[in-house]
């Protein structure tokens, strides 16, 4: 009989592969955060998309591997176990990039955010009132915790969603790859 994994065990291998994810990502995080303090305008944005595509395709490199590992580990696992797995991995990770992105904002200058938004608030004031524009203001006080929680669902939905499609497919191929082995067994 094929092992199948207990919940215990798919939040344990979770939380480990979930750091390897948060690492990845906050170390992208960071790398973004110096090019921006130490590069010019031009090269800002070419070091931003290049360190998105990292960061991206390697979640998406990681999250294949995770999977792939434990459908090896744990053969008897059907396809929800394997997309249990995905989700939680994604919404540990998201809470370990989302903590790290919140922490920066938070050890920004004083006034930084608030000088940013101001800027923000003139580019719009012909289509702002006057209690749009202070609301908008106020909202500076409150973007470690927006970025947070944004940060932490978009993580999660991503790593939902890309969970998913890689379960499915790598579910097909394990059993497609089942039967062959079977009509050859069968053969003989």
């Not at 094929?2 to 990845?24: C, H, M, R």
């Not at 249990?84 to 919404?91: D, T």
Request: net charge negative.
């Amino acid at each position: 009989m094929k092992e199948k994994p207990d919940n215990s065990t798919v939040w344990n291998a979770a939380a480990i592969w979930a750091l390897a994810f948060g690492a990845v990502s906050t170390a992208c995080h960071v790398a973004r955060y110096l090019a921006m303090a130490h590069l010019g305008e031009k090269m800002q944005v070419l070091s931003a998309g290049i360190l998105w595509a990292a960061e991206f395709f390697g979640c998406l490199f990681l999250m294949k591997e995770c999977l792939v590992r434990f459908s090896v580990k744990y053969p008897g696992a059907e396809l929800q176990d394997s997309m249990k797995f995905g989700r939680r991995i994604a919404l540990m990770s998201g809470l370990i990039l989302a903590s790290a992105e919140a922490i920066s904002i938070m050890q920004m200058p004083d006034g930084e955010i608030s000088a940013a938004f101001e800027s923000i608030a003139a580019d719009f004031s012909s289509r702002l009132s006057s209690e749009q524009r202070d609301e908008f203001l106020q909202m500076a006080d409150k973007m470690p915790l927006v970025t947070f929680l944004s940060q932490w669902l978009y993580c999660f939905l991503y790593g939902s969603l890309l969970s998913s499609i890689l379960s499915k497919f790598l579910y097909e191929r394990r059993r497609i790859n089942g039967q062959d082995d079977n009509d050859n067994v069968e053969d003989q």
